[in-house]
């Protein structure tokens, strides 16, 4: 990760002061607001690594963390730029991971900037975000924001009667259909979604869960009344890119993800990763072992097993999609 950057600056807003750590003279000092917009402290060339939170998002009256206005973070994207400077978004989520890793129980912007620093230089795959180019919401955002809006709606109701109402369409369509969507399933999809044990008369094992895991995904096409969901911007049915970015907000920069992204990420990928790597009471304290607390062996471990889950999501999202798109959407349109 070094490789790709120069002298690296790490900073942090806090207290209504910026706390910057200088990797080359191992150096922490604070600047205020107007003295860290003003770049005169940065050398050319070098590479600025913040939290998204206070770089790359504007203020607000309700958020303390973001410091600039949004004509003055692009002003300084720019006048970045122009010095040759890189400026590269951590994501915020993952600063308490960092200060787990590399910090010390105090939680101090000085403690911060040195975690944050260490963690990236210490993990190739760790991501981080370029600036925005403009803070003006698409149409394709803004769609998203109403689907995942309804999205969390129909998970709601649904969660009420337990995944279980008769009248409900999705878990029709999830009865009408699980045999022939588990068949086009790999193997380790089938593990993730619970799906993988067959009783000798090809029915499947009990299990309250899997249908919370399959509706989840048939409630991106469906509605409870049995309509193909659409987005509003396109009056299509949505596509898996599509969704994954505005609606489920798979990746570290994500703020509010919505009751999907719940089910699935802490639901499904919790309790099918910790099975995987057997770690439900391999803390200290006999609880489960926090990924804060991984060795690199069991982080890489980890990151494996969140990729198999993350691929069995996308295939079983086609594969319901696919199914919705044959016996709703064309029946609807020969009709």
Not at 77 to 87: G, Q
Not at 105 to 128: E, F, W
Not at 250 to 260: D, T, V, Y
Request: net charge positive; glycine share 4%; aromatic share 10%.
């Amino acid at each position: 990760m070094t490789s790709n950057f120069s002298r690296i600056f790490v900073a942090d807003f806090g207290q209504n002061h910026w706390t910057v750590f200088d990797s080359f003279t191992q150096e922490i000092f604070e600047l205020s607001p107007d003295e860290f917009f003003a770049l005169a402290w940065l050398p050319v060339g070098s590479t600025l690594i913040c939290e998204q939170a206070h770089l790359g998002s504007p203020r607000k009256d309700s958020s303390l963390a973001q410091v600039y206005l949004a004509e003055e973070l692009l002003d300084l994207y720019a006048r970045a730029e122009t010095k040759d400077c890189m400026i590269k978004l951590f994501p915020h989520q993952s600063t308490a991971k960092a200060r787990a890793r590399w910090g010390t129980m105090d939680k101090t912007d000085a403690v911060d900037v040195v975690a944050i620093y260490n963690h990236v230089v210490n993990s190739p795959h760790m991501p981080l975000m370029n600036p925005p180019k403009t803070f003006e919401a698409s149409n394709s955002r803004q769609a998203g924001w109403t689907f995942k809006h309804e999205t969390n709606c129909i998970l709601n109701k649904a969660r009420r009667f337990d995944y279980e109402d008769p009248s409900d369409q999705v878990v029709q369509f999830i009865e009408d259909n699980l045999k022939l969507i588990t068949s086009k399933l790999s193997m380790e999809a089938r593990e993730v979604f619970d799906v993988d044990r067959v009783k000798k008369d090809g029915n499947f094992y009990a299990s309250g869960k899997r249908m919370m895991r399959f509706y989840t995904i048939a409630s991106l096409f469906l509605q409870p009344d049995g309509k193909v969901r659409k987005r509003l911007d396109t009056d299509t049915i949505p596509g898996l890119r599509w969704l994954s970015r505005n609606v489920l907000h798979n990746g570290p920069f994500h703020l509010k993800g919505g009751i999907a992204r719940s089910n699935l990420n802490h639901h499904v990928a919790k309790n099918y990763i910790i099975g995987k790597m057997d770690t439900r009471k391999a803390s200290d304290s006999g609880k489960v072992l926090s990924h804060y607390h991984f060795t690199p062996e069991q982080d890489e471990q980890f990151r494996g097993h969140r990729k198999t889950f993350r691929r069995s999501v996308v295939e079983a999202m086609q594969v319901i999609r696919d199914i919705v798109k044959n016996d709703y959407v064309t029946t609807v349109n020969m009709g």
